[in-house]
């Protein structure tokens, strides 16, 4: 079946395809008995707008590009729900994709939004993404452009973040608050610039209340998965048992922590107290349930998009746009895991 055409009603009415257009636009200057005739022969035609041929004389696709490190971790997905909620809103489709936490896919797949011409492309960074140049190519192209989360300092993008370092010293503070005085620190890969920064939280905080910093309670994650908690639970306590606190990167791993003790029959919180960042869901059902750092992952999804929108509507009515960083604010989950 053939798709109908503007030109089919219009000969049809034997009207005009501007009028046909206008019509369908409800454009004021056309009759209501016209743009009803127009209506009920479109409808009964199932007719659609041609959306390339819209796009290109609007110079806007109407899609937007996200990358992430991955789908099925439940801060990004609901970094998503934020974003595509505030996009349906707007009448923006989101094309979404996966990095798998690699920097060679994070820039093939910065290419690929480049050349699909989106309107705008919003990005986490990979955990390898220490190479910007894919990253200076999206400004250089003029392309309205945000980061979130793990973000490149370096890039005079918009950006919506936490203050990590608050965040970490907030979270190793409530350890020595509950009487921690050998604090472990489980932290991400040395590249990201969240890990980097939850680091010196975690140093800031044992600075401040006057306990030496010992680089043998730093663990450093590769992959940040469930099974590197429980494989370093082990070996804190095999090697160090006087240890009393640990404050892990995120929860994923922190209740791969909880795992180990749980089979291993250390009592949390009376043996050792642990505390995760992020508020994934699973902190909540673990036994025993997750202190945390509730990142607020949604709001930054809708952050993320509107700060998008202002930049690609900036650049559709050509007014120059100041790059702009929103600072979201996180705060102490108390559970079981610390009382």
Known sequence: MKETTLKQIAETLGISITTVSKALK?????SPKTKQAVLELANSLQYTPNSFAVNLRTKESKTIGLIIPEVVHHFFSNVINGIIAEAEKN?????????????E???????????????GIIVSLSNESNHDEHLKDIL?????????????????????????????FDAVEH?????????????????????????????????KYNIPFDSSLVYTCKNVTF???????????????????LFVITDLVAVGVLAY???????????????????????QVITPKLSTVDQPSYE??????????????????????????IELTTQIIERESTF
């Open 261 to 283: 003790f749980n089979e291993a029959q250390i009592k949390v919180p009376q043996q050792i107290k642990v505390i995760g960042f992020s508020n994934w869901f699973m902190s």
């Open 300 to 325: 930054m999804g809708v952050a993320s998009f509107n700060l998008l929108l202002q930049e690609m509507n900036c650049k559709k009515d050509m007014v120059k746009f100041e790059p702009q960083t």
């Open 175 to 207: 350890l020595i608050f509950k009487g921690c005085k050998k604090i472990v620190h489980i932290r991400g890969p040395v590249n990201p610039q969240n890990a980097i920064d939850r680091f010196i939280g975690y140093k800031r905080a044992l600075e």
């Open 227 to 245: 099974e590197e908690g429980k494989e370093f639970a082990q070996q804190i306590a095999t090697t160090q048992p006087e240890v009393d606190g």
């Open 105 to 119: 896919l994070e820039k093939k797949q910065v290419e690929l939004l480049i050349n699909k011409r989106v309107d």
């Open 91 to 103: 009448g923006y489709l989101v094309i979404i994709l996966q990095s798998n936490e690699s920097l």
């Open 26 to 30: 409800n454009y004021s200057d056309v």
């Open 140 to 168: 250089r192209r003029g392309i309205p452009f945000v980061q979130f989360d793990k973000i490149s300092k370096l890039i005079p993008s918009s950006k919506v973040i936490i203050n990590d370092q608050k965040a970490a």
